[in-house]
């Protein structure tokens, strides 16, 4: 039974740092590259950025760019997503997202995903 679980989420202010983790179980992770996704209310799904299967690569949305960081730990077959300087309107559900191929910013490219954590911004 594929599992992505997203854990980290919660209450921070502008300006602030939080980490989101993902663990992943019931495929072979280290053959996926990983997504992190986030939605607003009202708003479409946004592609946050993307880390290879083996690490080395990267991938970020322009609005995150500079401020997120992807990393991934195959062994533990967990992603992380680690962000700074947030702003309010980072405020959204972040979901962790996996697909067997290469980088990509496209979330119907991805074959599994979580069930998402929350991470509200405040002012």
């Known amino acids: 039974q594929v599992q992505l679980v997203e854990s980290g989420g919660g209450l921070v202010q502008a300006g602030g740092s939080l980490r989101v983790s993902c663990a992943a179980s019931g495929f072979i992770f280290r053959d996926c590259a990983m997504g992190w996704f986030r939605q607003a209310p009202g708003l479409e799904r946004e592609f946050v950025g993307a880390?290879?299967?083996?690490?080395?690569?990267?991938l970020y949305g322009d609005s995150v760019k500079g401020r997120f960081t992807i990393s991934r730990d195959n062994a533990k077959k967990t992603v992380a997503l680690q962000m700074s300087s947030l702003k309010t309107e980072d405020t959204a559900v972040y979901y962790c997202?996996?697909?067997?191929?290469?980088?990509?910013?496209?979330?119907?490219?991805?074959?599994?995903w979580g069930q998402g954590t929350q991470v509200t911004v405040s002012s």
């Open positions: 997202a996996a697909q067997y191929g290469g980088l990509s910013s496209k979330g119907p490219e991805y074959d599994y």
């Open positions: 880390v290879s299967r083996a690490g080395g690569s990267t």
